[in-house]
């Protein structure tokens, strides 16, 4: 089975730098996407790497190590609307996503 | 209407009810997803349709039952369900071509089973 691995809960204070890691155990390989997901909200697109390195999006950047099994989300200037969940998923076939269970970050004044 | 919509948001059924989850993408793509969510689980893939055929079946109970007329629209008929069915029903869509494969998600049906 696929295994995608990311901690459950971070805590930050608002202005700091956050990173979210992630490992992930999977039958294939097509890329990885991070995802943000409010409270009752939809999940929304937050980024996508399919080669190694960082990819850099604003205040998000996002970094992928294909031979470790490893990415990171990096999020910067931390805001109160960043307490969301973010979600990493691994495209490992056509069409397919396999998510892990999302980390819950919460942003402290 | 924009994106994904999904109707109804929030359902209550009993295990003899019979309900269907209404998904509608306006975004043009070839392909739809059902999702769903449990709370701290990974969202688990139900059905994939690219194209009105069903591509993906990940060992889903026949209890659901999903429905694709068009490329817009994707239906999952639900019977006979178990209070453990309780969870959010995420709906997807995506445009399967070289170098863009992002999923748009609905904002989901939070069903009770009581």
């Known amino acids: 089975g696929q295994n995608i691995d990311q901690p459950t809960e971070m805590t930050a204070t608002e202005g700091a730098i956050v990173q979210i890691n992630c490992t992930y155990q999977?039958?294939?390989?097509?890329?990885l996407f991070w995802y943000q997901q409010h409270a009752g909200e939809a999940p929304t697109f937050l980024s996508y790497?399919?080669?190694?390195g960082l990819e850099e999006k604003g205040r998000f950047s996002s970094f992928l190590s294909r031979s470790k099994g490893y990415s990171y989300l990096l999020l910067k200037e931390l805001q109160m609307k960043d307490s969301a969940s973010y979600l990493c998923?691994?495209?490992?076939?056509?069409?397919?996503?396999?998510f892990g269970a999302g980390t819950t970050v919460t942003v402290r004044a | 209407e924009t994106g994904v919509t999904q109707t109804p948001r929030h359902l209550v059924m009993g295990m003899t009810n019979k309900k269907s989850l209404k998904c509608e993408q306006h975004?043009?793509?070839?392909?739809m997803y059902w999702y769903k969510q449990s709370a701290k689980k990974p969202l688990e893939l139900m059905f994939v349709?690219?194209?009105?055929?069903?591509?993906e079946n990940n060992s889903v109970p026949s209890r659901f039952s999903p429905e694709c007329p068009n490329s817009s629209h994707l239906f999952l008929h639900l019977h006979t369900l178990q209070p453990e069915d309780s969870a959010l029903y995420l709906c997807?869509?995506?445009?399967?071509?070289?170098?863009?494969?992002?999923?748009?998600f609905g904002p989901g049906t939070r069903l009770t089973v009581t």
């Open positions: 975004l043009g793509h070839n392909a």
């Open positions: 349709y690219n194209f009105k055929e069903q591509t």
């Open positions: 998923a691994v495209r490992d076939g056509d069409y397919k996503l396999s």
């Open positions: 997807a869509s995506s445009q399967e071509r070289d170098g863009s494969y992002e999923q748009y």
């Open positions: 790497n399919v080669l190694d």
């Open positions: 999977t039958s294939g390989f097509n890329g």
